[in-house]
């Protein structure tokens, strides 16, 4: 997957009379799943970094293509290799590509692989793979992705996502070395996430308007988080908190009880959305908590506002946890700054958090856990990916199981003494079928 610096960048540039207008149309960016934190290479520094590039619904306008390329950047912040980017055109543009072949011949420079966002509706994924190669004592190398668009020059770069460091093998002492043998306790696997959702409400009303700001993608992306989990065979859902953010501006019980309002009517939208079962809907529950002045105070902070601090003393001589929050809001709206407060700080948009807390199954017999090896390596524990290890026929076989386990628990210590004492023996293989002539 690997190429030449210099083609790629005649590649970024060479189609920029395609328009002058920024492909980008909403400030959700382009994400990278599963969040891998750390690769670990072989012991000869080399790895395989596998991800997929998420592209949010309505990123591109129709006259843009949007460049994703990984990048290997040294331990010094330079840039050390460049691999093939991957290209997303939007419909117009793809048409303009496509005329410029018929008509006058054209081929396309950029490497790599072009998807067509034609058939995009909520989310696209764009799978990713490639080898990487990094030098010895590179400890501190690792991959990020340049986002950026063609056909729009004064666009140029939009975002650099942060993809993976690359971690080094620890030397191993050989005379040491000794293999753990993995408890294979069975532990029940209960998982959590959050997300927030922001959304806009007439004043003083709780119902869902999703024809209010970004109602309608906000909620969609709830729904698109919460989806998998209950649709997935394998999961049992504990519950859902939706919480509602009481906002700082005005009486606290009044607020207090809007945003538990606006907490149900959420979970309800979500129920009426995803057709939920009767008796999933008991476990949808609706909470509240304040928001606080914090939010307020952080963003005058931001703009250098002179007047943060006369916010931050009040804040400090009416602390929220002494059931200050009416007294906090009288002083503040005493500061001669309130009306610029009102205007240029408080949210319009109000956040809905939602926590969700479930259970995946337990895998009982080898059988099983082989067959969902191959297609469900995210809903293995630890001690199940030690056993489908020792499943494993061959010794390659058992080194790319413990590898997977370390890219899902990077912390395991049995995972990581274990893959370096296979690992070792594979060396120690190797240089014995090269010594026979």
């Known amino acids: 997957m690997r190429f030449h610096s210099q083609k790629l960048l005649v590649a970024l540039f060479s189609l920029g009379i395609f328009g002058s207008c920024s492909p980008v149309k909403t400030p959700v960016g382009v994400s990278v799943s599963p969040r891998l934190g750390e690769v670990m290479l072989d012991p000869s520094s080399k790895g395989t970094v596998k991800m997929k590039f998420q592209v949010p619904v309505d990123y591109l306008s129709k006259r843009g293509r949007l460049l994703i390329t990984p990048r290997l950047v040294a331990p010094d912040g330079k840039v050390a290799d460049m691999y093939e980017p991957v290209a997303v055109d939007a419909p117009v543009y793809a048409k303009k590509i496509y005329r410029k072949k018929v008509l006058e011949g054209y081929v396309d420079s950029l490497p790599g692989q072009v998807v067509r966002a034609d058939r995009w509706s909520e989310l696209m994924e764009i799978p990713y793979e490639t080898r990487v190669a990094v030098p010895e004592g590179w400890d501190d190398a690792y991959i990020d ?243 489908v290890a020792e499943l494993m026929p061959s010794l390659a076989e058992k080194i790319e199981a413990y590898r997977k386990l370390l890219a899902y628990y990077p912390a395991s210590e049995v995972g990581k003494n274990n893959l370096a004492v296979l690992e070792h023996e594979w060396q120690m293989t190797n240089s014995r079928k090269g010594g026979v002539k």
Request: proline share 5%; glycine share 6%.
């Open 145 to 387: 992705a340049l986002v950026s668009v063609e056909g729009c020059a004064s666009c140029g770069i939009i975002d650099t996502l942060f993809v993976a460091k690359l971690r080094q093998s620890e030397p191993v002492d050989t005379f040491s070395l000794q293999w753990i043998r993995p408890t294979l306790a069975k532990r029940p696997k209960v998982m959590e996430g959050k997300g927030i959702a922001v959304l806009q409400f007439t004043i003083n009303r709780s119902d869902i308007d999703g024809s209010l700001g970004d109602n309608r993608a906000e909620l969609e992306k709830m729904a698109k988080t919460l989806r998998p989990i209950l649709e997935d065979s394998l999961a049992s859902v504990h519950s859902i908190h939706i919480i509602g953010m009481a906002s700082a501006d005005g009486p606290f019980g009044f607020n207090t009880n809007l945003a538990y309002q606006r907490a149900v009517a959420a979970g309800r939208w979500l129920q009426d959305r995803m057709a939920i079962a009767p008796e999933m809907k008991e476990r949808i529950l609706a909470d509240v908590r304040p928001e606080g002045w914090e939010p307020v105070l952080e963003a005058m902070r931001q703009a250098g506002d002179p007047d943060a601090a006369d916010v931050e003393a009040i804040l400090e001589r009416y602390p929220a946890d002494g059931n200050n929050d009416d007294v906090q809001e009288r002083e503040i709206r005493r500061l001669s700054c309130w009306e610029r407060i009102r205007t240029n700080y408080l949210q319009r948009d109000r956040k809905v958090e939602y926590r969700y807390t479930y259970t995946l199954k337990s895998f009982t017999s080898d059988e099983e856990l082989l067959r969902m090896y191959a297609t469900r390596p995210d809903a293995f524990s630890e001690e199940e990916f030690f056993r």
